[in-house]
């Protein structure tokens, strides 16, 4: 592990894969031994992958961090061609890697006593390190506040077992598609888990754009804030090519570096 | 060693810059003592007014590179001037401003605009993006071209580059147009207009429909373009078309060109273009080369 000498951004270093695992039929784990972003990163923020010199795939692929403990741990699903090579890497082999990149998730705003994390499918990739800060601050700052995690899979094969979830002491419900694990339908099924206080309630959401979309119908309809984690295809990752622009209600903004976390209110889902 | 060359009136020390649209945000991310080891940068196209650019998906990646339709969001002349061009003028090294008018006059009024804010060693007219939604680019037309660049250079304080579209039958025939109305130099080649079609969709990938691919897909095709301009004009060419390592570059310095720009490569190695400088003293060194003009138009063939 090293960081580029004399890097031209002060960002940049080629790590060491420190494990890469499949943790269910759908997802896998990669842990980089990159420490100098372990140290930096804040829950919500991302890393830029490249797994290999070459140009195919030709871009780097951006990842939420799932965990940043001893290694920066990142929690993905093969989706594509950089997703597949990834899930070959094997301990030991570089891994060239921008971070940490963009916007984290705000602190529950003071008088919180519910703290609801929505995500569907990989959309959890941000809210296990999420989680871990909560937690931590769970007695202190949050007074207490409950912890829940709404979490929606199409089936039982998409749904990570939520253990360290629930070792942070979320209460953790689940929807699948097809009802094999928790209850059936969509993730809105577990609305009503909501307390939905316009005072004390607090939302945060990642993944599929409709999902989001839905929470955000709700939120409003009760008055809620939060936050959304946004997904959009990368090419810089640092605010210079403007690819990865969303509409927003304060027009377009970049999802690299005005996000990926945006106010609730703020992102136009239906694009 | 010598490595630098000259534009019009203007001086780099070295012949690497970065291709517009492709290098932002410099103070946040990039340590700037490095920076200023470019020969210059050249920002984000600038136009008259404010454009929020397109809907998005504004990117889609390609074999061997990347389809974009950003639509030239940037922030107007009179913010760029107010909120960019101070920081990147304390960087310190030469500042090649791109401007894209939508009219000759426009053209004319940014001229004026960045005459007076001073602090710029060239004008680089982008005659050429393609996604606009214009029928025709100025670049693809040898009169438009011409009266465009007249009409710069007879108020511009500084050299006026010509940046150049591939979307053409004959480029050379276009650079020479830029040549004759007095351009200091052209830029080859913009992006060449393209799409990606999602066959479960039935619809473009992209929010605009169509795109400009860059990136090393492109490189063979804008090297032959370099070689053919420079061959029939003695303006220096600035060369850009899929550069990601030094390699790239030399080839174009081969075939004529006098600077070359390295773009799309930022978003994979945000090291490419020292990279790319560092490679070209390399190869200096290794064939005992003194001066950086006997690699200019070196081809042996």
Redesign the interface.
Known sequence: MSEIDQSMRKIQGIYKVASNEKLCPKFYRLCIDAQPIAKKVLPGQFIHIRTKDGFEPFFRRPFSVYRAKKHVEVFYEVVGPGTKIMSHMAKGDDIDVLGPLGTPFTFPPKGTKQVVMVAGGIGIAPFLMLSDVLCRERATALRGAELILLYGGRTRGHVYPMKEFKENGCQVHVATDDGSVGTKGRVSELFPKIHADRKTTFLYTCGPAPMMASVQAFAKKHGLHGEAACEEVMACALGACLGCSIKTTKGYKTVCCDGPVFDLHEVIFNH | MNISVTIGSATFKNPVTVAS?????TE????LE??KQLGALTP?TVTLKAR??N????????????L?A?GI?NPGADGFIRTKLPALKKIGIPLIISILGHTDNEFELLTEKFNAAGGVSALELNLSCPNLGKAVLVAQDPLATHRVVKAVKKISRYPVIAKLAPNVTDITEIAKAAEEAGADGVSLVNTFSAMVIDVKKRASVL?NVTGGLS??AIRPMAVHMVYAAAKKIKIPIIAMGGI?AAEDALQFLIAGATMVAVG?A??????A??DVLEGIKAYMRKNKIKDIKEIIGSLRN
């Open positions: 649209g492709t290098f932002g945000h946040k991310y990039y340590d490095e920076v984000k929020e650019g809907p998005p998906p504004r990117i889609v990646e390609t074999p061997s590179g990347m974009n950003i969001e929010g990136g090393p990601m799309t930022n978003f994979i190695n945000p090291r273009p020292l």
